[in-house]
């Protein structure tokens, strides 16, 4: 029981670090035009700019985005057991509770999300990049969307690939997209 949680765990902050990390990565390539006429096409193009976003932003999902995450996971726990919203947060996110628990559960990840954007915020500010502060405060929305769609999906014992083929899907879109304007 332990080891599923912890598993789920893990497979869940990692689903939502790959998830924000290649969504930001895909969006900087299609947006950030970076000598776009050096590369032979859309593909190469957005692989390369990928996988260069991607190493920055990766690490910083991993080492600064998980641990914050865990901490928000932990507060909302320890606080819907002192509020007693009548609900125990985790695992038990189905979707058969009744309409009050909905509510309350829409409401608690409307929060969630929006905590995790107030601290994606913080290293932009703490460097005083602007561009810092745009690209932590969308990376920590995609990371606490991914990791909440992930929790629910595998509550219900759902397959979470389409989470993993999303950035996929998207960096091929772009390429084409590239392809097809820029070349």
Same mark, same amino acid.
């Given at each position: ?16 670090a790959y998830f924000a990390t290649l969504m930001l990565s895909v969006a900087l390539a299609a947006v950030w035009h970076i000598d776009v006429h050096s590369y032979s096409n859309g593909i190469i193009y957005v692989l390369s700019s990928t996988l260069v976003f991607g190493m920055y932003a990766g690490v910083?999902? &991993? +080492? ?10 932990? %507060? ?5 057991? /002192?509020? *007693? @919203? ?44 602007? &561009? +810092? ?10 990371? %606490? ?5 992930? /929790?629910? *999906? @595998? ?29």
């Open positions: 029981m332990i080891l599923d949680a912890l598993s789920n765990l893990v497979l869940r902050k990692m689903t939502a910083g999902c &991993l +080492f600064y985005g998980t641990p914050i995450s865990l901490c928000i996971e932990a %507060a909302e726990r320890w606080l819907s057991k /002192r509020i *007693r @919203l009548g609900i125990e947060l985790g695992q038990n996110d189905t979707p058969d509770a009744g309409a009050s628990h909905k509510v309350v559960r829409l409401a608690g990840s409307i929060f969630y999300v929006a905590l995790h954007g107030v601290f994606g915020l913080v290293p932009g500010l703490l460097f005083m990049i602007p &561009l +810092f502060v745009w690209c932590g405060a969308v990376t920590a929305v995609l990371y %606490a969307l991914g990791d909440r769609w992930a /929790r629910y *999906r @595998l509550a219900k014992n759902q397959s979470i690939k389409r989470i993993w083929l999303l950035p996929l899907a998207s960096a091929l879109v772009v390429s084409i997209w590239i392809d097809w304007f820029m070349f």
